[in-house]
């Protein structure tokens, strides 16, 4: 079967990009421009570039001179095996951070706490009333000043009574995993979930998701020996992240595979 012709105009104005002819920030020739270079109607060079918009190649200009330009392409690798290692860093932002920054990335975030009643599915998962609260404890990630990903962190209220530093408006030094291990709260096992959906308003809003990407949610529940004492969200912009784990021998791995190379 022939391939579309919409396709074969994005498939070569990605070549360009990827092969560096256009550079981040070019502008791509205008629609009339690509009519006549493509022989192609204005409905299928508008399905061309919708393609490269939706992949995160390009992004269209606001103002009365509009068009598209190429955009950054900045892909993180999360090692979700290094995630919160007790001999990693001394936070879970410093760990993020220090992930970011050993691939080459500028890392920043910006922080927000909240009560909030627990939906029904975390109230299960944190064996907890329906209906109760939790304090909610939220980030919003950024690598070279785009955002990344958003991480919602859910505590039981009654634990937040317990260790009142969690309600504190402000990042936690240690990690709030450390700060509840030095509370007799020690997490001995968690039960990672991965799941890859639409973005909801909120995720669009916050990633500055383009129409029809995805996001990837790592999800994370953290135990101790008597009981579940927190549930953490994070949903990755689909086409800026990629989440990695090795199970085994860690040495064996980056032997062949370098960039693995344990901490």
Request: glycine share 6%; proline share 7%.
């Amino acid at each position: 079967m022939a391939q579309p012709k919409y396709r074969k105009i994005a498939d070569d104005l990605r070549h360009q990009i990827v092969s560096g002819a256009l550079r981040v920030g070019d502008r791509l020739p205008t629609e009339p421009q690509l009519q006549d270079q493509y022989a192609a109607s204005r409905n299928t060079v508008r399905d061309a570039t919708a393609v490269l918009v939706n992949e995160g190649l390009v992004e269209r200009v606001p103002g009365r001179s509009g068009g598209m330009v190429v955009r950054e392409k900045v892909t993180l690798t999360f090692h979700a095996h290094r995630a919160e290692m007790p001999a990693g860093p001394t936070s879970e932002t410093d760990a993020w951070r220090s992930e970011v920054e050993r691939q080459g990335y500028e890392a920043s975030q910006e922080f927000q706490l909240t009560i909030e009643v627990l939906p029904p599915e975390l109230a299960e998962r944190l064996h907890a009333e329906p209906g109760s609260a939790a304090v909610l404890r939220r980030c919003v990630r950024f690598i070279n000043r785009q955002p990344s990903s958003v991480q919602d962190t859910y505590y039981p209220m009654d634990l937040a009574d317990e260790v009142r530093e969690l309600l504190s408006p402000t990042d936690i030094p240690q990690g709030t995993t450390r700060l509840l291990a030095e509370r007799g709260y020690v997490q001995t096992g968690y039960y990672d979930e991965y799941v890859s959906r639409m973005p909801n308003p909120e995720e669009t809003a916050l990633l500055g998701l383009q129409r029809g990407t995805p996001v990837l949610l790592h999800i994370r529940t953290g135990y101790t020996e008597n009981r579940p004492v927190r549930v953490s969200i994070t949903a990755f912009a689909g086409d800026r992240n990629r989440i990695v784990a090795t199970h085994g021998d860690a040495a064996v791995i980056a032997k062949f595979r370098p960039e693995e190379e344990p901490e």
